[in-house]
């Protein structure tokens, strides 16, 4: 998992000197990205079931399987390019959503 931080904040840090602009506007952009990788992942599924007549089936489940890792991947780099320390309130996050599961509590 050491490993996946040095990634993601390379790449967080990566974006932040190519896009010198306000705080505000950076994540902003990055939530523009999450959202666009979101979308080729449901590309992806159509395109798996062969739904859109015109392409039929344009890509697989791996193909699905990668467009999910990109969405993970950008949201990880969102997180980073908001400061802080990602990985303990990812980490923090991730305890808090598994301590509720295992409560029985109603997801959010």
Known sequence: MEQTWTIVNS?????????DRSDELRWTVQALKLQEEAGEVAEAVIGA???NPRKGFSHDWDDVRKETCDVALSALVM?????GDPRRFFDEHLRAVAARDTTGSTPA
């Not at 790449?11 to 896009?19: E, P, S, T």
């Not at 997180?79 to 400061?83: E, P």
């Open 11 to 19: 790449l967080a840090a990566r974006l932040d000197a190519h896009y």
């Open 49 to 51: 079931l062969g739904a």
């Open 79 to 83: 997180l980073a390019r908001m400061g």
